[in-house]
């Protein structure tokens, strides 16, 4: 099993560029979410997707938007990137949606820079 | 105010030594309450999780919830290097987990 990818490790990007960060899991989870990580300040959750078909904002969507392709794949696109969107950012994927859940697995993160 | 707050460290301690970290949160609606440990450069790992008020061991590691106070804590006996790392705090409801800013400790040789 590889668990949860991620591609690519890592990107430059100019302000104004866009991109889609992939991530894919092969556990059969339901959930999957995206999380940014900054110096100092923890993991924050973009979106993250309950199952498939749904998806949901988290603490910090604005710039962002997410496909859930399918069960296994769940996409972040930034259109317009600016300096602020410069982090690292980590997939994670759950076994269970909704109120049991706890254990979430992550994957090796993306490291994105924009200048 | 965070729901969640953490010891913000970093913590450096000599190997052997008693490790506590701490964290505090406000929503009684947390159900689990984990601990990660991140490597530099790479992913959260789970470490360790509990579910109700009370100790869980698990080697080295101790941890403690006390849901009346809204405080958890991981302990970690006999530190060794390669216990380095960030550890961070998470809290879960309705499936969403909420994470601590993360405390970076150092177990020196």
């Known amino acids: 099993n590889a668990g949860v990818t991620q591609t690519p490790k890592f990107q430059v990007l100019k302000t104004g560029q866009s991109m889609t960060l992939q991530c894919a899991q092969d556990?059969?989870?339901?959930?999957m979410y995206w999380y940014r990580q900054d110096p100092g300040m923890g993991l924050r959750l973009i979106y993250y997707?309950?199952?498939?078909?749904?998806?949901d904002k988290g603490e910090v969507p604005n710039g962002y938007n997410v496909s859930r392709l399918n069960k296994r794949e769940f996409s972040l696109r930034l259109e317009s990137a600016a300096p602020s969107q410069t982090s690292v950012y980590f997939c994670?994927?759950?076994?269970?949606?909704?109120?049991?859940?706890?254990?979430?697995?992550f994957g090796p993160g993306t490291r994105l820079t924009v200048t | 105010q965070k729901e969640v707050e953490q010891d913000p460290g970093p913590l450096s301690v000599p190997e052997g030594a008693i490790v506590s970290l701490n964290c505090t949160y406000s929503?009684?609606?947390?159900?689990?309450f984990m601990w990660y440990r991140q490597y530099s450069r790479k992913g959260p790992e789970l470490l360790m999780y509990?579910?109700?008020?009370g100790n869980k061991e698990d080697g080295r590691f101790t941890a403690q919830v006390d849901k009346s106070s809204k405080y958890i804590s991981l302990f970690i006996r006999d530190s060794q290097p390669s216990d380095s790392a960030t550890y961070l705090c998470?809290?879960?409801?309705?499936?969403?987990?909420?994470f601590g800013d993360g405390t970076t400790l150092t177990v020196k040789p």
């Open positions: 509990t579910y109700s008020s």
């Open positions: 994670a994927s759950s076994d269970v949606g909704g109120i049991q859940s706890y254990e979430q697995y």
């Open positions: 556990m059969n989870h339901n959930s």
């Open positions: 998470a809290m879960t409801w309705a499936g969403k987990s909420t």
């Open positions: 997707s309950a199952s498939e078909g749904t998806t």
């Open positions: 929503n009684s609606a947390f159900q689990y």
